[in-house]
């Protein structure tokens, strides 16, 4: 990313979580992250597909684990360390694949 985005305060954060209700912070809230839970292999690889059309048109990777039957999503944004809009703009559009 090419602008420089500003890390959310508690405040911001807290009320950012009440839009993506399922993703969970971690204690220091510098990450987001959620597990998806899918009936097969190519399910899972299907959705880590589908993220990574979003990631790549926003500019904002995530990292993302796959394993059989499901699919870890972790985001952050390391150059401010800490979270940021960008988080949970890529957040919904995640969870907007699953509708």
Request: proline residues 2%; aromatic residues 8%.
């Given at each position: 990313m090419?602008?420089q985005i500003?890390k959310?305060?508690t405040k ?5 979580m ?9 204690a220091?809230q510098?990450?987001l ?8 292999f190519?399910?899972?690889l ?5 993220i990574?059309v979003?990631?790549?048109v ?10 059989y039957?499901?699919v ?10 800490g ?8 957040a919904?559009?995640i ?5």
């Amino acid at each position: 990313m090419t602008k420089q985005i500003k890390k959310l305060s508690t405040k911001e954060i807290e009320k950012s979580m009440r839009k993506v209700s399922d993703w969970t912070a971690n204690a220091k809230q510098t990450e987001l992250q959620q597990t998806f839970y899918f009936p097969s292999f190519l399910a899972g690889l299907a959705f880590v597909a589908k993220i990574a059309v979003h990631a790549e048109v926003s500019q904002h990777h995530p990292v993302i684990e796959l394993s059989y039957e499901k699919v870890k999503v972790k985001l952050a944004t390391h150059d401010c360390k800490g979270l940021t809009i960008n988080d949970f703009k890529l957040a919904e559009r995640i969870d907007g694949i699953l509708q």
